[in-house]
């Protein structure tokens, strides 16, 4: 039987669990507004495409996993219930991050202009990314023990057992987003010693890098936390990437469309076709940049669609 002082150990670890995952859900929710009359005008005026279907997906699952973990904190009251929505809660963590993985691993494509090797090897990296994920999240759920907390204002799902198998998948992901990461930067490099930044490639490759940075951060962090303390503190900050994750790619999507649908009035800088890549460009055929007295024609002969949502 554990001691007193490890009990209130394991209480305080799930204060602090309980209240990052509180902010995270508050910050997708706080997010979500920010964004939504983007998305009305953006994405659900436009045509369906796959594209779209994983942008709403990427969108919306994330409120599932939310629901989910207040559950387990506030309504919990068995262990076998613990067991249930913790289960449930990997496998939505596993395909909603798999779908945002698939947004930035196709922005990076069509960065590189959309070459077959690359489409290949960022496929293969998708692959070996995601596919252990799933013996792995079945290993995992099957080495769980919780205890039920019920002393408010604590309540629900305390994990005090757990298998480290899912170090590997922490492990995978950082992969995944440092080489994404990195291609973002090689490619916006050689577009700055090519001929500068025009305005489109600025939203491409700034929001790019910056995105991709952050959630290259959270997966090292998740990393550390993982293989460094204890199992009721180990879920600390897996709520908040998955959060994370599908606010950033959705973003990419936004920020992008914003800007090729909105006119840039009183701007000398044209939109290079040389500094953006074609695969980007080629979903403004036929746009219109205007500016004071002027039409700026950007596009190229492709017809991509990856950047229509």
């Known amino acids: 039987m554990a001691s ?31 964004t939504f009359p983007r998305e009305i005008s953006l994405v659900w ?54 779908l945002c993985g698939v947004i930035l691993s196709v922005r990076t494509w069509a960065v590189w202009n959309r070459g077959w090797p690359l489409g290949i090897a960022l496929a293969l990296l998708l692959a070996v990314g995601w596919i252990p994920g799933i013996p792995i999240i079945l290993i995992f759920n099957k080495s769980l023990d919780f205890a039920v907390v019920e002393s408010p204002p604590l309540l629900g799902c ?26 973002m930067l090689l490619k916006a490099i050689r577009c700055y010693k090519n001929g500068g930044m025009s305005g489109l490639s600025l939203v491409v490759y700034r929001d ?11 997966a ?22 998955r959060v994370i994750h599908p ?35 080629s979903s403004l055929q036929g746009s219109t940049l205007k500016g004071k007295g002027s039409v700026e024609e950007v596009g190229s002969n492709s017809n991509s669609s990856l950047w229509k949502p």
């Open 45 to 98: 005026s436009a045509r369906w495409t796959p594209t779209k279907v994983i942008f709403l997906l990427s969108r919306y699952l994330p409120f599932f996993d939310v629901g989910f973990f207040m559950y387990s904190h506030f309504q919990a009251s068995d262990v076998e219930t613990c067991h249930r929505v913790v289960t449930a809660t990997s496998w939505w963590f596993w395909v909603g991050t798999a």
């Open 220 to 241: 090292f962090a998740n990393v550390v936390i993982m293989g460094t303390i204890s199992p009721d503190l180990k879920s600390v900050l897996v709520l908040t990437e």
């Open 158 to 183: 305390l994990m005090i057992k757990g298998s480290n198998i899912a170090y590997i998948c922490w492990i995978l992901l950082l992969v995944n987003e440092f080489g994404l990461f990195f291609l």
């Open 247 to 281: 606010i950033l790619a959705c973003r990419v999507i936004l920020d992008m469309r914003e800007y090729i649908t909105t006119p840039h009035i009183n701007t000398k800088l044209p939109v290079q076709v040389a500094a953006v890549p074609a695969a980007i460009s």
């Open 4 to 34: 007193p002082q490890a009990y209130l150990t394991a209480l305080e670890h799930l204060r602090i669990v309980i209240y990052f995952n509180v902010a995270s859900a508050t910050v997708l929710i706080f997010d979500y507004f920010l």
């Open 208 to 218: 790019g890098l910056l995105y991709y940075l952050i959630l290259f951060v959270f």
